[in-house]
């Protein structure tokens, strides 16, 4: 990741679809702040890693993950899965 401006990526993922997640948007500085301003009025889950961040950063638009972040993506998304059904319980 760059050192002089935060970065932000926004992930798809439909595990119905049989592929791996892609990366919707990602960018630095003023276009990160934007990702995460929509997502939060979106009410959509943000995680900070900046290691996974600086990785998923580079990929453009629409591209699928590389194979070296499927282990972290995973382990992400499925805290998030279990974080939804934690919820929805609560309700």
Same mark, same amino acid.
């Given at each position: 990741m760059r050192q002089?401006?935060?970065a932000a990526v926004a992930l798809s993922?439909?595990? @119905?679809?049989g592929e791996a997640p892609k990366v919707l948007a990602s960018g630095y $500085?003023?276009?990160a702040e934007?990702?995460? +301003?929509?997502? $939060? #009025? +979106? #009410?959509i889950h943000i995680h900070r890693d900046d290691a996974l961040t600086g990785l998923l950063a580079r990929i453009p638009? $629409?591209? +699928?993950?590389? +194979?070296?972040?499927?282990? @972290?993506?995973?382990?992400?998304?499925?805290?998030l899965y279990k974080t939804d059904q934690r919820l929805a319980r609560k309700l």
């Open positions: 002089d401006k935060k993922y439909d595990p @119905l679809a $500085g003023l276009i934007k990702i995460l +301003e929509i997502a $939060g #009025k +979106e #009410k638009p $629409g591209t +699928e993950i590389p +194979e070296d972040a499927y282990q @972290l993506v995973a382990e992400l998304l499925a805290f």
